[in-house]
């Protein structure tokens, strides 16, 4: 009954540096996403998967690089980590079978950046 | 223009009022549309679904959508102080090259006094 797990819960980065932030989900959805959640503004879209193979961007793309390793995984990638992106992460997926439609999210991912 | 607009609240209401939320949206394509709630420091949980026009109850939760206005709403009966969080609107669109979409308002804070 796993449904969306994203991993690390908590980081701190020092500015500069990389980072991977891993989701997984066992629902076989074809889509995924990675947002981010900053008081007052909601859930921000970063990139999305829509399907295995595809990926795009969303609201707030700059500084991240996404990886749809396959349909299960979506990673999300600081490369050089500033202190603007100190947020919640969350990953979540969904499916869409006509009125049967699904969305589910991870736990979250606290990222500090100093 | 955002894709999915909802007032930021707070919305205070007393316990056991009819707390009424709203949302309207951009594209007249977007098929489904959701209601999460959200607890400080948690991760959304999906409370509500609706995919048609007209009303949708499930418990204490009236969600209502006018396709043809562009606007979804979410009312909660016999408010309770445990239904203070924050509600996220949100709206799928399913994508001409397959997969599907996933947007959030900046969602609602409601406040249930006692």
């Known amino acids: 009954n796993a449904g969306v797990t994203q991993t690390p819960k908590f980081q701190v980065l020092k500015t500069g540096q990389s980072m991977t932030l891993q989701c997984a989900q066992d629902?076989?959805?074809?889509?995924m996403y990675w947002y981010r959640q900053d008081p007052g503004m909601g859930l921000r879209l970063i990139y999305y998967?829509?399907?295995?193979?595809?990926?795009d961007k969303g609201e707030v793309p700059n500084g991240y690089n996404v990886s749809r390793l396959n349909k299960r995984e979506f990673s999300l990638r600081l490369e050089s980590a500033a202190p603007s992106q100190t947020s919640v992460y969350f990953c979540?997926?969904?499916?869409?079978?006509?009125?049967?439609?699904?969305?589910?999210f991870g736990q979250g991912t606290r990222l500090t950046v100093v | 223009q955002k894709e999915v607009e909802q007032n930021s609240g707070p919305l205070s209401v007393p316990e056991g009022a009819i707390a009424s939320l709203n949302c309207t949206y951009s594209?007249?394509?977007?098929?489904?549309f959701f209601w999460y709630r959200q607890y400080s420091g948690k991760s959304p949980e999906l409370i509500m679904s609706?995919?048609?026009?007209g009303d949708k109850e499930d418990g204490r939760f009236t969600a209502q959508l006018n396709k043809a206005s562009q606007y979804v709403s979410l009312l909660i009966r016999d408010s309770q102080p445990s239904d203070s969080a924050t509600y996220l609107c949100?709206?799928?669109?399913?994508?001409?090259?397959?997969?599907?979409?996933?947007?959030f308002g900046t969602g609602t804070q409601l406040k249930v006094e006692l």
């Open positions: 609706i995919y048609s026009n």
């Open positions: 629902m076989n959805h074809n889509s």
């Open positions: 594209d007249r394509g977007s098929q489904s």
């Open positions: 979540a997926s969904s499916e869409y079978w006509g009125s049967n439609t699904e969305a589910f």
């Open positions: 949100a709206v799928i669109d399913i994508l001409t090259g397959g997969g599907n979409k996933l947007t």
């Open positions: 998967s829509a399907s295995e193979g595809t990926t």
